[in-house]
């Protein structure tokens, strides 16, 4: 059935581009008239020339970026790292959640768990098992961190993706630029800029399948030394399932001062407000008889006890740039975030409030030694977070129990100290080392004491990482890497909260994973119309987590050190420009990660299987055609392999412990026009057109409730507004 899907897929790919193709060149005449006023034509082919040129420079390598922590030519960078720019971004259909952002970067897994924003990430398998949220990948906005000290991020609420320029994507281990919150890689976002003039703006309106409802505005210029730029958002949709509504309310604002030439001082804010249904997971048996109707079901539990999650938070931060002499500048960030958190499960009703500051510092030194280059830094990183949490039984409907089972405060501190250093030992060959030394301390003050029981404690975990890379560029269109990294990736704070010993406490059981890995890539051009990346990795990883249940608390979820996992495959990613109108990406990650040993907190003991949620094979490739300078048609192909539910890898008669592969089919056509001189744009979309059943997430469950239905077909209409 697999294969049938893929080749239907194949022919839609195929009738959508060849009439393109072939239809080109006559739409294009088509607006060439012998009455068509001079300088209008005139205008038309210089703004088509400068969309050419747009195009070809896609291709271009010579791009610089900043994930790991200091300004490098990506050429001279030894990590595999994807950038993910405007084009690309404005092809997302829903402008949603992160998933859409990301397809187009192999080594990237997100797993949306309710068709809304409530999504987790794992890069390369790490943090792959988190229940929600993201462990152990740094991500930044506008120099922003998003994680807590110990390295987690709850969600990606703060960043509304309209208002994304650029996105650096880097694989791998990299503790040593960010300590535990990067040890499987880093995503940095970078919002907008204001224009030159003092005000322009846009705003979109999008409406889709299930009740999917989005309107976005934003705002931006430049006066005098402010350059600043403002968006905002209002979220709404009932979700695929029964019981997975959402909506959320987002705004940012960012405030640059060109203080001077050798000073520039920038300031963001945000809010967000977001809420959510949580249906939970289904189990085979209760969708067998009539899977295309039964799927979209919930959990029963989720209606009956009331299963939801509310975040409100508010983020602000300045980050300054100063060049203190020649060749030497200093760059610190300063930042606070404020955050109330509630959640319904069936076992307690959870309200957490969250204040968390931080600072990071680094300065930056430039040397020269003939044809030598050498690029020096030594900087520091410290946040703090303190956790009021009040837990209630959860009586039915997320009523709350008169007494609570839980009253403490956390303490979270993360203090790190690196040196990176880069050396150009002349136009082909760099060399990159650097060192950090970590030291993550949690705290618990428990203010129940249940029983006379204080479970008041402290853990603290610590660790020196490393890596070293070599670039090689023999020519200026090729060049190739290789790096060697550690990771440490000590306990998030849902691991140690859910606690299996007590109700309340730190689960002090739990030890850091630590990780080591190798990476071999290329990345070029051919031409000015191909270009290429290509990753091979290894990883090795001791105290991988797992997540297990227990019988006397059977509603909840807890995590253990559950074995050593060894992880190598390849990464790739394409784009071509075959002919001027037309462009071809792809991406795809060949995975093989399996446990060398698994020891179940239940007693079992397993070697040599695959870990779970991990597919072997995962495919994005994209095609879009501009048929004339106002329209543009595109079609995707999304295929991803079979996935095993827990560690044992064993299936049982129901089917129950894989999933099955799925191919899926999403098109695209915008159409841009004025409107009394202001741009519009429409913009249809369908995903999943051939309205494919498979599964979205799943997750380890030993009661079977482990499959979440992804959504059929899904039709939006968006509609872009702009001025300038």
Same mark, same amino acid.
């Given at each position: 059935?697999?294969?049938?899907?893929?080749?239907?897929?194949?022919?839609?790919?195929?009738?959508?581009?060849?009439?393109?193709?072939?239809?080109?060149?006559?739409?294009?005449?088509?607006?060439?008239?012998?009455?068509?006023?001079?300088? +209008?034509?005139?205008?038309?082919?210089?703004?088509?020339?400068?969309?050419?040129?747009?195009?070809?420079?896609?291709?271009?390598?010579?791009?610089?970026?900043?994930?790991?922590?200091?300004?490098?030519?990506?050429?001279?960078?030894?990590?595999?790292?994807?950038?993910?720019?405007?084009?690309?971004?404005?092809?997302?259909?829903?402008?949603?959640?992160?998933?859409?952002?990301?397809?187009?970067?192999? /080594?990237?897994?997100?797993?949306?768990?309710?068709?809304?924003?409530?999504?987790?990430?794992?890069?390369?398998?790490?943090?792959?098992?988190?229940?929600?949220?993201?462990?152990?990948?740094?991500?930044?906005?506008?120099?922003?961190?998003?994680?807590?000290?110990? $390295?987690?991020? =709850?969600?990606?609420y703060d960043i509304d993706w309209p208002g994304v320029r650029r996105i650096e994507v880097l694989r791998g281990p990299a503790a040593t630029f960010y300590g535990s919150g990067s040890s499987g890689g880093i995503i940095n976002v970078l919002t907008r800029d204001g224009g030159p003039d003092p005000v322009a703006g846009s705003a979109a309106l999008v409406r889709g399948?299930?009740?999917?409802?989005?309107?976005?505005?934003?705002?931006?210029?430049?006066?005098?030394?402010?350059?600043?730029?403002?968006?905002?958002?209002?979220?709404? %949709?009932?979700?695929?399932?029964?019981?997975?509504?959402?909506?959320?309310?987002?705004?940012?604002?960012?405030?640059?001062?060109?203080?001077?030439?050798?000073?520039?001082?920038?300031?963001?804010?945000?809010?967000?407000?977001?809420?959510?249904?949580? =249906?939970?997971g289904l189990n085979l048996d209760w969708f067998s008889a009539d899977p295309e109707t039964l799927r979209r079901q919930a959990n029963p539990d989720s209606e009956r006890m009331n299963e939801y999650q509310k975040t409100q938070r508010g983020t602000g931060g300045v980050t300054a740039t100063i060049g203190l002499a020649e060749n030497l500048d200093l760059t610190a960030?300063? !930042?606070?975030?404020?955050?109330?958190?509630?959640?319904?499960?069936?076992?307690?009703?959870?309200?957490?409030?969250?204040?968390?500051?931080?600072?990071?510092?680094?300065?930056?030194?430039?040397?020269?030694?003939?044809?030598?280059?050498?690029?020096?830094?030594? $900087?520091?990183?410290?946040?703090?977070q303190t956790i009021d949490e009040v837990k209630y039984p959860n009586l039915g409907d997320a009523v709350e129990g008169p007494e609570p089972v839980a009253d403490q405060v956390m303490t979270q501190t993360g203090a790190g100290v690196f040196l990176l250093d880069r050396i150009e030992l002349d136009r082909h060959w760099g060399l990159f080392g650097n060192v950090r030394?970590?030291?993550?301390?949690?705290?618990?003050?428990?203010?129940?004491?249940?029983?006379?029981?204080?479970?008041?404690?402290?853990?603290?975990?610590?660790?020196?990482? %490393?890596?070293?890379?070599?670039?090689?560029? #023999?020519?200026?269109?090729?060049?190739?890497?290789?790096?060697?990294?550690?990771?440490?990736?000590?306990?998030?704070?849902?691991?140690?909260?859910?606690? =299996?010993?007590?109700?309340?406490? !730190?689960?002090?059981?739990?030890?850091?994973?630590?990780?080591?890995?190798?990476?071999?890539?290329?990345?070029?051009?051919?031409?000015?119309?191909?270009? !290429?990346?290509?990753?091979?990795?290894?990883?090795?990883?001791?105290?991988?987590?797992?997540?297990?249940?227990?019988?006397?608390?059977?509603?909840?979820?807890?995590? /253990?050190?559950?074995?050593?996992? +060894?992880?190598? $495959?390849?990464?790739?990613?394409?784009?071509?420009?075959?002919?001027?109108?037309?462009?071809?990406?792809?991406?795809?990650?060949?995975?093989?990660?399996?446990?060398?040993?698994?020891?179940?907190?239940?007693?079992?003991?397993?070697?040599?299987?695959?870990?779970?949620?991990?597919?072997?094979?995962?495919?994005?490739?994209?095609?879009?055609?501009?048929?004339?300078?106002?329209?543009?048609? %595109?079609?995707?192909?999304?295929?991803?392999?079979?996935?095993?539910?827990? /560690?044992?890898?064993?299936?049982? #008669?129901?089917?129950?412990?894989?999933?099955?592969?799925?191919?899926?089919?999403?098109?695209?056509?915008?159409?841009?026009?004025?409107?009394? $001189?202001? #741009?519009?744009?429409?913009?249809?979309?369908?995903?999943?057109?051939?309205?494919?059943?498979?599964?979205?997430?799943?997750?380890?469950?030993?009661?079977?409730?482990?499959?979440?239905?992804? =959504?059929?077909?899904?039709?939006?209409?968006?509609?872009?507004?702009?001025?300038?």
């Amino acid at each position: 059935m697999s294969r049938l899907r893929f080749r239907l897929a194949s022919a839609v790919l195929t009738f959508v581009l060849i009439p393109a193709l072939l239809a080109g060149p006559a739409y294009a005449s088509s607006g060439e008239s012998g009455n068509q006023d001079p300088a +209008r034509s005139q205008a038309e082919e210089q703004a088509k020339e400068k969309a050419k040129e747009k195009t070809r420079s896609e291709t271009n390598v010579e791009v610089t970026v900043t994930a790991p922590r200091v300004e490098i030519p990506l050429k001279k960078n030894p990590a595999a790292t994807t950038v993910v720019e405007t084009p690309i971004l404005k092809t997302m259909p829903r402008t949603i959640a992160i998933d859409e952002v990301m397809k187009l970067v192999p /080594g990237v897994k997100v797993d949306n768990q309710a068709d809304g924003e409530r999504v987790h990430l794992s890069i390369r398998g790490e943090g792959i098992l988190t229940e929600r949220g993201t462990r152990g990948i740094k991500t930044l906005v506008d120099g922003i961190p998003l994680n807590d000290p110990s $390295g987690y991020v =709850p969600d990606f609420y703060d960043i509304d993706w309209p208002g994304v320029r650029r996105i650096e994507v880097l694989r791998g281990p990299a503790a040593t630029f960010y300590g535990s919150g990067s040890s499987g890689g880093i995503i940095n976002v970078l919002t907008r800029d204001g224009g030159p003039d003092p005000v322009a703006g846009s705003a979109a309106l999008v409406r889709g399948a299930f009740g999917l409802k989005k309107g976005f505005a934003e705002m931006g210029g430049t006066t005098g030394v402010l350059n600043y730029s403002l968006t905002g958002s209002m979220l709404t %949709g009932d979700g695929y399932r029964d019981w997975s509504a959402y909506k959320g309310d987002k705004a940012h604002g960012k405030f640059a001062f060109t203080v001077s030439p050798k000073v520039k001082v920038t300031a963001v804010l945000g809010w967000a407000d977001y809420w959510n249904q949580n =249906p939970e997971g289904l189990n085979l048996d209760w969708f067998s008889a009539d899977p295309e109707t039964l799927r979209r079901q919930a959990n029963p539990d989720s209606e009956r006890m009331n299963e939801y999650q509310k975040t409100q938070r508010g983020t602000g931060g300045v980050t300054a740039t100063i060049g203190l002499a020649e060749n030497l500048d200093l760059t610190a960030t300063a !930042y606070y975030r404020h955050t109330r958190y509630e959640e319904a499960v069936p076992s307690t009703v959870i309200h957490r409030g969250f204040d968390t500051p931080g600072l990071l510092a680094q300065v930056n030194h430039k040397s020269s030694w003939g044809r030598v280059k050498n690029f020096l830094s030594v $900087g520091a990183d410290y946040a703090w977070q303190t956790i009021d949490e009040v837990k209630y039984p959860n009586l039915g409907d997320a009523v709350e129990g008169p007494e609570p089972v839980a009253d403490q405060v956390m303490t979270q501190t993360g203090a790190g100290v690196f040196l990176l250093d880069r050396i150009e030992l002349d136009r082909h060959w760099g060399l990159f080392g650097n060192v950090r030394y970590d030291r993550v301390t949690n705290s618990l003050d428990d203010h129940l004491q249940a029983g006379g029981t204080d479970l008041s404690g402290e853990v603290v975990y610590e660790q020196p990482t %490393g890596r070293v890379g070599v670039t090689w560029n #023999p020519a200026a269109d090729f060049g190739l890497y290789a790096s060697w990294g550690t990771g440490f990736l000590p306990p998030g704070t849902e691991e140690l909260v859910n606690n =299996p010993y007590a109700l309340g406490g !730190y689960n002090t059981e739990l030890v850091a994973a630590t990780s080591k890995g190798e990476e071999v890539g290329a990345r070029g051009r051919i031409g000015r119309s191909l270009s !290429y990346d290509v990753a091979l990795f290894h990883l090795a990883t001791e105290n991988d987590f797992g997540r297990y249940r227990i019988p006397e608390r059977p509603l909840e979820t807890f995590y /253990g050190n559950v074995g050593s996992s +060894r992880r190598y $495959g390849v990464e790739t990613s394409l784009t071509w420009f075959p002919v001027e109108d037309l462009a071809l990406r792809a991406a795809y990650t060949y995975s093989h990660f399996k446990y060398v040993t698994v020891e179940t907190l239940t007693g079992e003991t397993f070697e040599d299987t695959w870990l779970p949620n991990c597919p072997p094979h995962q495919l994005y490739a994209d095609a879009e055609y501009r048929v004339t300078r106002a329209l543009t048609a %595109g079609v995707s192909i999304e295929h991803m392999g079979a996935w095993y539910i827990d /560690g044992t890898n064993e299936i049982q #008669p129901n089917g129950y412990g894989r999933t099955d592969p799925y191919t899926l089919a999403h098109v695209r056509i915008g159409y841009r026009f004025e409107a009394g $001189g202001t #741009p519009v744009e429409l913009f249809l979309s369908g995903r999943n057109i051939f309205n494919v059943l498979y599964y979205g997430f799943t997750e380890p469950d030993p009661d079977g409730n482990s499959y979440q239905p992804a =959504p059929t077909a899904e039709w939006s209409l968006q509609l872009r507004v702009g001025w300038k």
